[in-house]
């Protein structure tokens, strides 16, 4: 019996290493994007065979976070006062994606041989990740949509459909196959099929613009461990050798310069030589503060400065960075403000702020706010024609955070069909088109500027128009399916007992 006990758990490890290795695979940095509608097959086969589903599940969540989100360590050499809570948080951060998984494959366990399985399981997958991406605590990083990302033709039905359908889409197909259920599989295929082609239509259809406007992107290259002095002289030096002239918009990254804009002199010095220099507006991230009842309010900010230099709009930071910015729910309970764990206390914005520029309209989800999609398509919906996401990212290191940032606020061009600019700090800066495709870039730790002729749009998508009721949707769906599955439980079992 021991014997087989052994067996059985070696056969266990096998499906759960041969998942885990397909899944790795089809995430960054590889994206291998075919290997997700297969990559769970192994996993739900480990789930049918094992009385222990949850803790399967929590093994499998935990190594996979694990492998995926590692790059966080690297902020332990910026804040290194605070590297023993860094670490623990992280660690934190690979069992609570743990256990998202560990309730997928306990309610997938407890639903597979119900009438509509092949529906409730995905969905249910589809609503755990949304529920992750959301509130103050929200972390939408290892999503399975991530992994279609190279796959444009599929990824174009976002317009309509939002990213976690594609979630949806991909557990679908995952649990077609596991099941053998030649009607799934064929369902499966010609949902596959039309997706796809009707993804190289909508890539190879024409929007037409509003206006066409130059714009540059700025990455300065400057350290996160240069002192405030080197940052000051390095940033005024780098902005003008850089100044590119012909542009009606320049960006600078999230923590552009330090200090504050509206009250340093030495900042606004820096900002008014270099928008005379160049004759463009400026779009720049700092810090702001605000003064309330005796006490400072500090927020991470976009500015506007128009063509003489005067800031004239500025939007504040509406959803922080969870434990690193702020504790989440800090405002809501002040205590928590007394805890310190190496996080900032910034104060949250209380609104989406729109840039005007002479016609148009520009939004500029400060770094992490481009991973959120309700952020950018909200926006969009109120009328940005345009996406300009500033960020730091230095602090990522030379790991797979910086790309997968980027890569995550990509998804937020097809959803909305605008052009995004990003500007990051030491990189990844960027030019990406309303169809995905990224057209000029700047890598890690470079230094310099890109220059393009971005077109903006006036067209809003189905998704920018009805988005905030997919998610509703999904859950009523579910609940709806979970609630007629119950209903035939019971009446089967009345019919066996009056039999």
Request: glycine share 6%.
């Amino acid at each position: 019996m021991k014997l087989l006990i052994k067996s059985d758990n070696f056969k266990n490890f096998i499906y759960l290493f041969l998942s885990l290795i397909l899944l790795l695979l089809s995430f960054p940095p590889f994206y291998f994007f075919p290997f997700a509608f297969f990559a769970f097959i192994p996993l739900f086969i480990l789930m049918k065979n094992t009385r222990n589903s949850f803790l399967w599940g929590l093994i499998y969540g935990t190594i996979f976070s694990f492998f995926q989100l590692n790059w966080i360590f690297n902020l332990r050499e910026i804040e290194r006062e605070a590297a023993f809570w860094i670490t623990i948080g992280v660690f934190f951060i690979f069992v609570i994606h743990g256990v998202y998984f560990g309730i997928f494959t306990y309610f997938f366990k407890k639903n597979l041989e119900q009438k509509f399985s092949f529906l409730t399981i995905p969905l249910f997958y589809t609503l755990l990740e949304i529920i992750r991406s959301k509130t103050e605590l929200g972390f939408p990083w290892v999503v399975m949509f991530l992994t279609q990302k190279n796959n444009l033709p599929l990824i174009q039905i976002i317009e309509f459909t939002g990213p976690f359908f594609i979630t949806f889409f991909i557990v679908f197909i995952n649990y077609s196959i596991f099941k053998r259920d030649k009607k799934l599989v064929l369902l499966s295929v010609i949902l596959f099929l039309f997706f796809e082609i009707y993804g190289f239509y909508l890539l190879n259809r024409n929007i037409t613009p509003f206006r066409k406007i130059n714009v540059a992107i700025y990455q300065p290259h400057i350290p996160l461990t240069s002192s405030r002095d080197e940052e000051f002289k390095m940033a005024e030096k780098i902005y003008t050798s850089l100044a590119v002239k012909n542009v009606l918009l320049s960006v600078f990254p999230e923590s552009s310069i330090p200090s504050f804009a509206r009250f340093d002199t030495n900042v606004v010095k820096i900002i008014k030589n270099f928008v005379k220099s160049t004759g463009s507006y400026l779009i720049f991230g700092n810090a702001d503060a605000i003064k309330v009842k005796g006490k400072y309010k500090f927020y991470n900010t976009s500015f506007l400065v128009n063509k003489e230099g005067r800031i004239t709009n500025y939007y504040y930071k509406t959803h922080l960075t969870p434990f690193g910015e702020a504790l989440p729910y800090d405002e809501k309970f002040p205590i928590l403000r007394k805890l310190q764990f190496g996080q900032g206390n910034y104060s949250r914005g209380k609104k989406l702020r729109i840039f005007k520029i002479e016609d148009f309209e520009v939004f500029t989800p400060i770094c992490f706010e481009s991973i959120f999609t309700e952020i950018s398509r909200e926006a969009v919906k109120k009328g940005a024609n345009l996406l300009v996401n500033i960020t730091s990212d230095g602090w990522f290191g030379k790991s797979l955070g910086p790309r997968v940032h980027r890569d995550l606020a990509i998804f937020r061009t097809i959803e909305t069909r605008r052009y995004l600019v990003r500007s990051a700090r030491s990189g990844i800066s960027c030019i990406v088109d309303e169809k995905g495709r990224v057209l000029k870039e700047l890598g890690l730790f470079r230094r310099g500027v890109l220059k393009y002729t971005v077109p903006l749009f006036k067209y809003k998508t189905f998704y920018v128009k009805f988005g905030k009721i997919m998610d509703v949707f999904y859950f009523i769906i579910f609940v709806l399916l979970i609630t007629l599955q119950l209903s035939l439980v019971s009446s089967r079992a009345q019919k066996e007992k009056d039999t």
